[in-house]
């Protein structure tokens, strides 16, 4: 059973920082594409950033150049560092990840658990 579990959040005042990180665990063979995504309340579940295996990155409008998404591939984890954070950034934020348990299965998408980022004075 492959698990993703998530870390991170918190609270934080505006202009401050934080660091979210999403292990997958249990019987992973590959991941392939990897995100985070999040969801304000009375709002849809949109997408933060993602990034492939090989390492392309992309990015909401609304983060570009504050947030930074990154992977370490030997530990199966997915990082998504959050600068200058607004107001508007609260939310609780999803990873996701497409794994393949074995060689012969294909790969389908996992969520983690969420995790709260409100942002606020």
């Known amino acids: 059973q492959v698990q993703l579990v998530e870390s991170g959040g918190g609270l934080v005042q505006p202009g401050g920082s934080l660091r979210l990180s999403c292990a997958a665990s249990?019987?992973?063979?590959?991941?392939?594409?990897m995100g985070w995504y999040r969801q304000a309340a009375g709002k849809q579940r949109e997408l933060v950033a993602g990034i492939t295996s090989g390492g392309s990155t992309n990015y909401a409008d609304s983060v570009k150049d504050r947030f930074t998404i990154s992977r370490d591939n030997a530990k199966n984890t997915v990082y998504l560092q959050m600068n200058s954070l607004k107001p508007e950034d609260t939310a609780v934020y999803y990873c996701?990840?497409?794994?393949?348990?074995?060689?012969?299965?294909?790969?389908?998408?996992?969520w983690g658990q969420g995790t709260q980022v409100t942002v606020s004075s």
């Open positions: 249990g019987t992973v063979f590959s991941i392939n594409d």
């Open positions: 996701n990840a497409d794994i393949r348990e074995s060689r012969i299965r294909r790969a389908r998408p996992y």
